[in-house]
């Protein structure tokens, strides 16, 4: 992994268009940011080498799939030990139905996004996983009656000047 990669104008260029199809050819890519192939593709691999990429995949409606539900969770747990915060975590990154966990300040400890079928789901995880989570002690439940936004893709700032920018 590269230390400090630090991405120029022609690769937050190539971030934005993988967000916006990462199903593009590297030749596709370079077309549209104004490179050629080969410094393309050498930035794509040092960004994913360095761990500006992440991965990639596919976008899936939720409700199309069965995932009807999405409900907003505030956790709070009965102490802060720096083991039981582990565990807590590790059992939530093991929990396919909580998509997001946020570690926060505030009057909850931790904040999960949570995509279940239908309210009859949520109740029966609510009781067979999520307050039996390590360390819980309070949950509050906030039903989404409708996503406003539900963006993906990263705001990557674009180059500051035009001398900045690829021609």
């Not at 040092?46 to 939720?62: F, H, K, N, P, Q």
């Not at 039903?143 to 705001?155: D, F, N, S």
């Not at 700032?157 to 900045?164: D, R």
């Amino acid at each position: 992994m590269e230390e400090n990669f630090q991405p120029d104008a022609a690769s937050l260029q190539i971030l934005r268009e993988l967000q916006r199809d990462a199903r593009q050819t590297v030749q596709q890519i370079a077309d549209r940011v104004g490179l050629s192939s080969t410094p393309c593709w050498k930035r794509i691999k040092a960004m994913e080498r360095a761990g500006v990429i992440t991965g990639y995949s596919a976008l899936v409606d939720r409700a199309k799939v069965g995932l009807g539900l999405l409900v907003v969770a505030e956790a709070n747990l009965s102490q802060h030990s720096e083991s039981l915060v582990r565990e807590f975590e590790r059992a939530v990154a093991a929990t396919p139905e909580i998509v997001r966990c946020l570690s926060t300040t505030g009057q909850a400890d931790y904040i999960l996004t949570v995509m279940v079928p239908d309210i009859a789901a949520y109740e029966r995880f609510l009781h067979a996983t999520l307050f039996r989570l390590p360390g819980i002690t309070h949950v509050r439940s906030s039903i989404v009656l409708k996503e406003v936004k539900a963006e993906v893709r990263l705001p990557v700032p674009q180059p500051a000047t035009a001398e900045s920018q690829i021609s």
